[in-house]
C-alpha cells in the first residue's frame, strides 16, 4: 500500500502499488517541478454550481410556482452528473486525454445554457441545467484537479486551492451577473450569458490544463476499485460520501432562507456571492496553511467547523447580521474543505496512483449530490403548512461533524495522536 508523503517521499523511477494489477512494468514520473509551467493548469471551472440557487428561486417565484421539491432535482442531478466519470477517470485520462476532455466540457456546459434559454418546463431543464451542464462539469472538474495534484508537491495544497478557487471566482462574478441580467434582460438572456461565459473559460482550460505524467494504457481497466483496499482512501470516500449530502444546503438554500426570514432578493444573491467569493479565499489561505502545518491536520479542522458552524450560527440565525457572518464563515472552512480532502488524497496513495483515485474518491460526492438537495427540500416542507429549515440545517451540521471525526481518523492513521505533529 503507498504511504503518505510527508515532503520527503521519492517520485523518480517508481512502479504503481494501486495497478500493480494492471501491469508490473517500471514507469518513469517526471518529479512535480512546482513551479513555472504547472501554474497553467491551475484554471478551473467557473462557479455555475454556486448560482444555481438564483436560478431556482427565480423558476419557484416566476415561473413554476411553489415548486421547489421538483426543482431542486436540477440541483441534483447536476451534482450528481459533475462526478459521473469518476469511476472510469483513470482510463478516460490515459485514452482520451485531458486536451479532448475538457473540449467535450466546452460543448456540453455552453449547449447546456442556451438550449435551457429555450426551455419552458421543467423537465426541460433536468436535461439541460442538469445533464448536459453535469457532464460538462465533470469532464473539467477531474483533469483540473488531477493536473494540480501532479505538477505540485510541496506546494501542493496551496495549487489545488488555487485551481478549486475558479469555481468560486465564476461563483462570485456570476451571482450578481445573473441577477443583475435577469433583472434587466430576463432568465433567456441570463442563461445564454452564462453559455458564452463558459464558452470562453473552458476554452482556456482546454488549452492549457496538461498532465505532468501520462499513465501506460498497457493493460489499462476501464474499471479499478483497487484503492479501496488502502484503509485511509476508504475514510476519505466516507468523506466524500456522507459530506457532500450536507455541504450543498447552504449553497443551494441559503438564498431561499434569506427570502424566508424576510430578507430582500438581492440581499439572497449578495449572500450567494460572499459565499463564493470567501471560498476563494479559504480554498486558497487554508491550502497554503496546510502546507505548514500539515493537510491532514487542516483538513481536520475545515470539515470539523463546517458543521459547528452550521449548528451554532446558522441554525440559530434570524437577523441579516447573523446570516452574513455564517455566509462568510461557511465560505472560509468549506473552501478549506473542498481544497484539503484533495490534498490529503496525493499523500494518501501517492502520485503514481491519483488518477484512479481521484476519479473513486469524487464519485463518493455522486449520492449526496443526487439526493442531497431532494432530502433538504423534503425536510425544509415537512410541516407542509409552511418552509422550516431547522430540520435541514440540524442534517446537514451533524453530518458534517462525523465527518470531521472521520477525517480525524485519517490523521491519526497517518501518525498518530499528537495534535502538533505536522501531517
Not at 449530490?369 to 432530502?375: H, R, T
Amino acid at each position: 500500500m503507498a504511504q503518505p508523503d510527508k515532503e520527503q517521499i521519492e517520485f523518480g523511477t517508481c512502479e504503481s502499488h494501486i495497478n500493480d494489477e494492471q501491469t508490473k512494468e517500471k514507469v518513469e514520473w517526471k518529479d512535480p517541478p512546482d513551479g513555472g509551467r504547472a501554474w497553467l493548469g491551475l484554471f478551473c471551472t467557473q462557479g455555475y454550481g454556486y448560482t444555481l440557487g438564483i436560478f431556482l428561486r427565480y423558476y419557484n417565484t416566476t415561473m413554476y410556482l411553489d415548486r421547489m421539491t421538483e426543482l431542486s432535482w436540477v440541483v441534483s442531478i447536476w451534482l450528481a452528473l459533475s462526478n459521473i466519470i469518476g469511476p472510469f477517470y483513470g482510463f478516460f485520462a490515459a485514452k482520451v486525454g485531458y486536451k479532448w476532455m475538457l473540449c467535450g466540457a466546452v460543448v456540453f456546459n455552453t449547449a447546456a445554457m442556451m438550449l435551457a434559454s429555450v426551455a419552458h418546463e421543467i423537465w426541460h431543464l433536468y436535461l439541460t441545467q442538469g445533464v448536459l451542464a453535469g457532464i460538462g462539469a465533470s469532464l473539467v472538474w477531474f483533469p483540473c484537479i488531477s493536473a494540480a495534484q501532479q505538477w505540485f508537491s510541496k506546494r501542493r495544497g496551496l495549487s489545488v486551492g488555487l485551481a478549486i478557487s475558479g469555481s468560486g471566482f465564476g461563483g462570485l462574478v456570476f451571482s450578481n451577473v445573473i441577477q443583475a441580467a435577469i433583472d434587466s434582460l430576463g432568465i433567456q438572456w441570463a442563461l445564454r450569458i452564462v453559455g458564452f461565459i463558459s464558452l470562453v473559460l473552458l476554452s482556456i482550460a482546454a488549452a492549457t490544463v496538461r498532465p505532468l505524467n501520462v499513465a501506460s494504457t498497457k493493460n489499462l481497466k476501464a474499471f479499478n476499485l483497487a484503492p479501496f483496499r488502502n484503509k485511509q482512501f476508504v475514510l476519505l470516500f466516507i468523506i466524500q460520501l456522507i459530506g457532500n449530502f450536507a455541504f450543498n444546503i447552504p449553497s443551494g438554500f441559503l438564498a431561499s432562507y434569506a427570502r424566508h426570514i424576510g430578507l430582500g432578493e438581492w440581499v439572497g444573491t449578495n449572500l450567494s456571492a460572499i459565499l463564493a467569493g470567501v471560498m476563494i479565499v479559504g480554498k486558497i489561505s487554508t491550502g497554503f496553511i496546510g502546507d505548514y502545518i500539515g493537510r491532514a491536520n487542516m483538513n481536520f479542522i475545515c470539515i470539523t467547523m463546517t458543521g459547528i458552524l452550521c449548528l451554532a450560527v446558522w441554525l440559530p440565525a434570524t437577523t441579516a447580521a447573523q446570516v452574513w457572518v455564517f455566509a462568510a464563515l461557511f465560505g472560509y472552512f468549506g473552501g478549506g474543505y473542498m481544497t484539503s480532502v484533495p490534498a490529503v488524497l496525493a499523500q494518501v496513495v501517492g502520485l503514481e496512483d491519483i488518477e484512479a483515485s481521484n476519479g473513486l474518491l469524487f464519485f463518493g460526492w455522486f449520492f449526496g449530490g443526487l439526493f442531497g438537495s431532494p432530502i433538504s427540500s423534503a425536510l425544509i416542507n415537512a410541516d407542509g403548512k409552511e418552509e422550516t429549515y431547522s430540520y435541514a440545517i440540524i442534517f446537514g451540521g451533524v453530518l458534517m461533524i462525523v465527518a470531521g471525526l472521520l477525517a480525524w481518523a485519517v490523521r491519526v492513521m497517518q501518525g498518530g495522536w499528537s495534535p502538533l505533529k505536522k501531517l
